[in-house]
């Protein structure tokens, strides 16, 4: 058992787990504690919790890979994962720009497509993960947002 352990521990993935619990919680605990106050019922200020309770939901499915075997071992380069990890929050922030000129739909989906090209391993290969989980997921994030929770989404160029 504490071989299990160390196992895990030895993981890149167990922390990427643990850190995305760890956002969830302390937005949660934010949330409940702070000064913001959300109000009764499901509607855009229940948006924060909602996604706080994904994240947990996400770590804790990170986790459950990482368990079952199914994760990368620690980076061999720390240079190339820093760089991806720079990539990415310039992708995330460039998404934000674009949102207001093509539409926040168009923008996510064209963000979860690059970033899914860049960390794939043959995204070409495994384009079921790195094409249609970011159609599907974006398809999901506009019904959340605009006929669950009535929130309007910033309409671009495009739609």
Same mark, same amino acid.
């Given at each position: 058992?504490?071989?299990?352990?160390?196992?895990?521990?030895?993981?890149?993935?167990?922390?990427?787990?643990?850190?995305?619990?760890?956002?969830?919680?302390?937005?949660?605990?934010?949330?409940?504690?702070?000064?913001?106050?959300?109000?009764?019922?499901?509607?855009?200020?229940?948006?924060?919790?909602?996604?706080?309770?994904?994240?947990?939901?996400?770590? $804790? !499915?990170?986790? =459950?890979?990482?368990?079952?075997?199914?994760?990368?071992?620690?980076?061999?380069?720390? %240079?190339?994962? /820093? +760089?991806?990890?720079?990539?990415?929050?310039?992708?995330?922030?460039?998404?934000?720009?674009?949102?207001?000129?093509?539409?926040?739909?168009?923008?996510v989906l064209i963000a979860?497509?690059?970033?899914?090209?860049?960390?794939?391993?043959?995204?070409?290969?495994?384009w079921p993960s790195t094409?249609?989980?970011?159609? $599907? !997921?974006?398809? =999901?994030?506009?019904?959340?947002?605009?006929?669950?929770?009535?929130?309007?989404?910033? %309409?671009?160029? /495009? +739609?």
């Open positions: 058992m504490n071989r299990f352990f160390t196992e895990l521990l030895r993981r890149q993935d167990f922390y990427t787990g643990l850190v995305t619990i760890l956002v969830g919680v302390v937005g949660l605990i934010d949330i409940a504690y702070g000064n913001w106050r959300p109000g009764p019922g499901l509607g855009p200020h229940a948006f924060p919790q909602l996604a706080y309770i994904a994240l947990i939901i996400a770590g $804790l !499915a990170i986790w =459950v890979d990482v368990a079952r075997g199914k994760s990368d071992e620690r980076p061999d380069y720390l %240079r190339v994962t /820093l +760089f991806t990890g720079v990539v990415l929050v310039a992708a995330g922030m460039a998404m934000f720009w674009l949102a207001g000129k093509l539409g926040l739909g168009v923008s979860l497509i690059a970033s899914s090209f860049l960390l794939t391993r043959e995204p070409l290969r495994h094409i249609l989980v970011p159609v $599907l !997921a974006t398809a =999901v994030i506009w019904f959340l947002f605009v006929r669950i929770i009535n929130v309007p989404l910033p %309409r671009g160029l /495009l +739609f």
